[in-house]
């Protein structure tokens, strides 16, 4: 398959927790018959949160190896900003599709560039994060994981 992975998702792998094992066991997303991609505004939240958090260096050394083994795609597509301002009308109410009816969201910035990645390049996003769920099956395949059926004993 082909995978756009969020930011959250490099988090927790970066950890090499337990639930991180589960979570590549289940879904072995870093299986060599999958295509793994992040949008480039990921790097931006990763070395963001590598500098709030003051990650040490064997974690930052293992969010490398992972970026090192995944593609990238930039924002420099006239159709991911197109898309981009599709899903924040969308987000706003103020475009309807096949009669989706929902409450106004607001998304944060990043998620609207990296859920616009996902759409124009058809990438399941895989994500933790419930801000993405009003996309799914109108501009994007999502896959969301919640972390608590994985932070079970087995």
Not at 4 to 19: A, G, K, P
Not at 21 to 45: A, M, P
């Amino acid at each position: 398959m082909d995978y756009l992975l969020d930011t959250n998702i490099i988090v927790i792998y970066s950890r090499e927790s337990e639930i991180a094992d589960r979570i590549e066991e289940k879904f072995q997303f870093f299986d060599k018959k999958n295509s793994l991609v992040i949008s480039i505004v990921t790097l931006g939240e990763l070395d963001a949160l590598i500098k709030k958090l003051k990650l040490g260096e064997k974690r930052k050394r293992k969010i490398s190896r992972i970026l090192d083994s995944v593609a990238k795609i930039g924002l420099d597509h006239k159709e991911i900003i197109s898309r981009y301002g599709d899903i924040d009308a969308f987000s706003q109410g103020k475009i309807q599709h096949s009669g989706e009816k929902f409450s106004s969201r607001n998304m944060g910035k990043n998620d609207m560039w990296i859920a616009a990645t996902a759409s124009v390049f058809d990438l399941t996003l895989i994500t933790t994060d419930q801000d993405f769920d009003h996309l799914n099956g109108v501009y994007i395949h999502l896959e969301r994981i919640d972390i608590e059926d994985f932070k079970k004993e087995r």
